[in-house]
């Protein structure tokens, strides 16, 4: 099948794009043909740094900014010059030309996150009260404008619009059960829905896990934002003497540092880091990985990066984490915003190295059951094959 993949932007530092590009880098040599559609254009460094030679990226052929027939034309001029079969949505559609395309292709979207069903794309209220959004996609968002402000006022004017193209879609794939109910809340029928979990986006296999000296106590990657729970881990551990390295960018960057800087005789941060050896060495060296996220995380990528480097993890039960993380077993399930239970179990591994290991161990065994890119990308096929059949009926 050909198959074009659709995303809004090119953006190296996005768990989408990184899933796309090695969706398409790692695929095996078989009669499927991946195409990567954006809405931007790749910047020259990007191209480099993507090394694009068996990827068919296109992004001068799709301007989302014309009027909307000419933005269809485009489309469909592109659907049939490249015989696709199929389109996957990574991220939300085009609304304005997205009813007239879906009667022209059969079209699925990829749910990594909460673009068409949360307008705040959280599912979390922060203020006055903290916790997740259990409600689905409508009239009560409004009142939760007024009395929670999870959302700008002009977004109210889009849940219309997002519940009416969630109606077109032919199927969903979903990276955990999580997601596939929150989808149910919204009155899509669970026939329409699969779960296919993620694989991890960093393949090992390049760069042996040998034996190296762990000086890194404690680990988080991933981005420097509120939700992500980082800078209240900083502040809540008791013990500062610990060795912490911070991995990723973001708004609340300078604010991190300022904590460590002041609190931490042993704590260092650093950018976003794109080689994928580098990021592997810091894996080496780190004693167990944290996951501090308070927001409902759809599914939780790190997680798997830290299994396959044998490194047991630390995380709240929100959202698809509990897919891939099992308490007692390759790491600690924490209750939501426990922050006792979650730095208890921090030091705990930290203080038994046998009990390290073990879970390490354990986290590598069952990503190797569960997780694998060879099971994705061929339940990923199986699905796009069902989709299509149902699409052309």
């Given at each position: 099948?050909?198959i074009?993949?659709?995303?809004?932007?090119?953006?190296?530092?996005?768990g989408?794009?990184?899933?796309l590009?090695?969706?398409a880098?790692l695929?095996p040599?078989?009669?499927n043909t991946?195409?990567?559609?954006?809405?931007?254009?790749?910047?020259?460094?990007?191209?480099?740094?993507?090394?694009l030679?068996?990827i068919?990226?296109?992004?001068?052929e799709?301007?989302?900014?014309?009027?909307?027939?000419?933005?269809?034309?485009?489309?469909?001029?592109?659907?049939?010059k490249?015989?696709?079969?199929?389109i996957?949505?990574?991220q939300?559609?085009?609304?304005?030309?997205?009813?007239?395309l879906?009667?022209?292709?059969p079209?699925?979207?990829f749910?990594h996150n909460?673009?068409?069903?949360?307008k705040?794309?959280l599912k979390?209220?922060?203020?006055?009260?903290k916790?997740?959004?259990n409600?689905?996609?409508?009239?009560?968002c409004?009142?939760n404008?007024?009395l929670l402000?999870?959302?700008g006022?002009?977004?109210?004017k889009?849940?219309?619009?997002?519940?009416?193209?969630?109606?077109?879609?032919?199927?969903?794939?979903?990276?955990?059960?999580?997601?596939?109910?929150l989808?149910?809340?919204?009155?899509?029928?669970g026939?329409k829905?699969r779960?296919?979990?993620?694989?991890?986006?960093?393949?090992?296999?390049?760069?042996?896990?040998?034996?190296?000296?762990?000086n890194?106590?404690?680990l988080?990657?991933?981005?420097?934002?509120?939700?992500?729970g980082?800078?209240?881990f900083?502040?809540?551990?008791?013990d500062?003497e610990?060795?912490?390295?911070?991995?990723?960018s973001?708004?609340?960057?300078e604010?991190?540092e300022?904590?460590?800087?002041?609190?931490?005789?042993?704590g260092?941060s650093?950018?976003?880091i794109?080689r994928?050896?580098?990021?592997?060495n810091?894996?080496?060296k780190?004693?167990?990985?944290i996951?501090?996220s308070?927001?409902?995380?759809?599914?939780g990528?790190?997680?798997?990066?830290a299994m396959?480097?044998?490194k047991?993890?630390?995380?709240?039960?929100v959202?698809?984490?509990?897919?891939w993380?099992?308490?007692?077993v390759?790491?600690?399930?924490?209750?939501e915003?426990d922050?006792?239970?979650f730095n208890?179990?921090?030091?705990?591994?930290?203080?038994?190295?046998?009990?390290?290991?073990k879970m390490?161990?354990?986290a590598?065994e069952?990503?190797?059951?569960?997780?694998t890119?060879?099971r994705?990308?061929?339940?990923?096929i199986e699905?796009?094959?069902?989709?299509?059949s149902?699409?052309?009926?």
């Open positions: 099948m050909r074009m993949n659709y995303i809004n932007r090119v953006f190296l530092q996005g989408v794009f990184d899933y590009y090695n969706l880098r695929k040599d078989d009669e991946i195409f990567i559609v954006s809405e931007t254009k790749a910047s020259v460094k990007e191209r480099e740094l993507l090394n030679n068996n068919h990226l296109f992004d001068d799709i301007h989302p900014e014309k009027p909307e027939q000419e933005l269809f034309n485009e489309f469909s001029n592109f659907i049939h490249h015989s696709i079969d199929l996957i949505f990574h939300y559609p085009p609304f304005k030309v997205f009813p007239k879906s009667e022209l292709i079209s699925i979207y749910v909460y673009s068409l069903l949360c705040s794309k979390y209220f922060s203020y006055p009260v916790g997740v959004c409600r689905s996609l409508g009239s009560l409004n009142l404008y007024y402000r999870c959302m006022r002009s977004s109210l889009d849940i219309k619009e997002m519940k009416k193209i969630l109606g077109l879609f032919n199927g969903f794939i979903v990276t955990s059960k999580f997601m596939k109910e989808l149910e809340k919204n009155e899509i029928s026939n829905i779960i296919n979990n993620l694989f991890s986006t960093i393949q090992f296999e390049k760069y042996p896990i040998s034996e190296t000296e762990e890194i106590d404690i988080f990657m991933g981005r420097l934002t509120k939700e992500k980082i800078l209240d900083l502040k809540k551990i008791p500062k610990l060795t912490v390295k911070i991995c990723g973001g708004y609340l960057k604010q991190i300022t904590v460590i800087s002041k609190s931490f005789k042993n260092s650093a950018d976003w794109y994928k050896n580098d990021i592997i810091i894996y080496k780190s004693k167990i990985i996951f501090p308070i927001y409902p995380e759809p599914f990528l790190v997680g798997l990066e396959l480097m044998k047991p993890i630390v995380a709240f039960n959202g698809g984490i509990g897919e993380l099992k308490d007692g390759n790491g600690f399930l924490i209750k915003n922050w006792t239970d208890r179990k921090v030091i705990q591994l930290l203080n038994n190295n046998d009990l390290r290991r390490g161990q354990n590598f069952l990503y190797n059951e569960r997780f890119f060879e994705h990308y061929s339940q990923l699905d796009v094959k069902y989709y299509y149902v699409g052309v009926e």
